[in-house]
């Protein structure tokens, strides 16, 4: 059992590190192992699939399923040569991954850098000729309130995962946070469901 656990916690790792990372200024992560599982990649879905770095594009889902195999033997490995320090290891790491996406979407969702205002080319376009994820992205922008109460509840959460006595109960309220955020995602077809998936 406890391989499992350590191959399926390196297999999130990988995944999280091979989709595109979220800020710009740190290294490319997810376009370096894209370039390196591309050929792989490209084998399974056809010979004419084209190179992209979009999230949730069928490239990176086949590419987080091929994940799992080097994750496998990872798992065996590290529970064969470092079982206690890789257990604590992974379990330390994911939970500063998740630490990080929570405070990073919790602080611009509370300067409102993630649900802009509506912009008048939005707002005076009839609702019916709106996609879903645009009419989303519109509407919380409106609100200011669900962006204070959202980005609250995930800074409050990133912080408590990252101090070992209230890792726990972050764990628990992150749980929550990633249900609520991966249910938008997919009811609205935003372009984040692979990441929001393995966030939860």
């Known amino acids: 059992m406890s391989i499992v656990r350590q191959s399926i916690g390196i297999w999130i790792i990988l995944i999280l590190f091979s989709l595109p990372f979220p800020l710009d ?10 370039e390196i599982f ?6 399974v879905i056809g010979k004419s699939t084209v190179q992209t770095f979009a999230s949730d594009s069928q490239i990176y889902y086949v590419q987080s399923a091929i994940l799992l195999i080097p994750s496998i033997f990872l798992g065996v490995f590290f529970n064969y ?9 992974i379990h330390v790491l994911i939970s500063y ?5 929570l405070l990073k979407y919790g602080i611009i969702k509370l300067f409102q850098h993630q649900f802009y205002i509506v912009e008048p080319n ?3 376009t009839p609702a019916g000729f709106l996609s879903k994820d645009i009419l989303f992205w519109s ?3 409106t609100s200011q309130s669900y962006n204070l109460f959202m980005g609250s ?17 972050g764990s628990i309220m992150a749980l929550g946070v990633f249900a609520h955020v991966f249910t938008i995602n997919a009811g609205f077809n935003i372009t984040v469901k692979l ?3 393995t966030l939860l």
Do not use: N
């Open 81 to 89: 040569k470092f079982k206690k320090v890789s257990k604590e290891g």
């Open 97 to 101: 991954l998740l630490a990080f996406f």
């Open 139 to 141: 509407s919380m922008g």
């Open 153 to 169: 509840m995930e800074i409050i959460t990133g912080a408590t995962l990252l101090s070992k006595r209230t890792r726990m109960l």
């Open 195 to 197: 990441l929001s998936l």
């Open 25 to 34: 200024w740190l290294p490319r992560f997810g376009e370096f192992f894209s």
């Open 38 to 43: 591309f050929p792989l990649v490209k084998l």
């Open 122 to 124: 939005i707002a005076y």
